[in-house]
């Protein structure tokens, strides 16, 4: 079952059910057009993977870490299914394709075995960094963290749905930017876990981008971002720039 939050046409905060483009809540169903879908949860904070496929750290001309890199996005940056998103002004911006881990509950000290208990779902997400200032700066504060950076959704899908080979492809007005697997991961999703847990208390609605695969390329004014991702479905935001 994929899970959708949204907001109904009284306004109203809902979770529901995504079947087909619809969306069911309490007897009623609604086309998911006529609706606003919102970011699958509330996360405290985002933490991200940098340089998990080889072949992305390879195009950045980076060297593969010998953990995972770990750096975080915080809620201000939330975006939904949909949205248009506004890019910091004359900044060079580059999509990233991801597969993100929502957490399902508190934890700490996770072990690898333990990892998927404390998983709520999976779902489609899109690091936007901005080049410009990440590569000028060593937190990545003005290149990750800016207001809507971190688009997400359109569901949260239980992790059973998703093959461990998964495709997972970018679109940019249609035209495909990534494509590649979710078996290229260097730190598969267990190892992540039990790696920031060691350092972080994780809580429920946390999310935890997994990387990007090769492909990564600009997003300018007035696109159209499409992250698609086998057995969840497909993310869809705009993006504007001043």
Not at 40 to 50: A, D, Q, R, W, Y
Not at 83 to 103: F, Q
Not at 202 to 223: C, H, N, R, Y
Request: hydrophobic share 35%.
């Amino acid at each position: 079952m994929h899970r959708v939050r949204f907001r109904d046409p009284a306004g109203s905060i809902r979770q529901g059910e995504w079947v087909d483009g619809e969306v069911s809540f309490a007897g009623e169903t609604y086309d998911s057009e006529e609706i606003d879908v919102l970011a699958p949860c509330e996360p405290s904070k985002i933490v991200c993977i940098g340089r998990n496929y080889a072949a992305h750290a390879a195009e950045r001309d980076e060297e593969l870490p010998d953990r995972p890199l770990l750096f975080l996005k915080p809620p201000n940056a939330v975006a939904g299914h949909g949205d248009t998103v506004t890019l910091p002004a004359e900044r060079y911006v580059e999509h990233e394709a991801e597969l993100a881990v929502v957490i399902g509950e508190q934890c700490r000290h996770v072990s690898e075995d333990e990892a998927d208990e404390v998983i709520a779902g999976y779902t489609c997400f899109d690091d936007l960094s901005n080049r410009d200032d990440q590569d000028e700066e060593q937190n990545w504060v003005r290149g990750k963290a800016f207001d809507n950076a971190a688009p997400m959704g359109p569901v949260l899908a239980p992790p059973e749905e998703v093959p461990d080979d998964a495709r997972i492809q970018l679109r940019v007005d249609g035209e495909t930017r990534q494509d590649s697997t979710l078996e290229h991961l260097i730190f598969s999703i267990p190892e992540l876990i039990a790696e920031i847990t060691q350092y972080l208390t994780l809580e429920p609605g946390d999310v935890i981008a997994t990387g990007t695969p090769e492909g990564v390329g600009p997003v300018e004014d007035g696109q159209r971002v499409e992250v698609e991702i086998e057995g969840i479905g497909t993310l869809e935001h705009d993006v504007r720039q001043p």
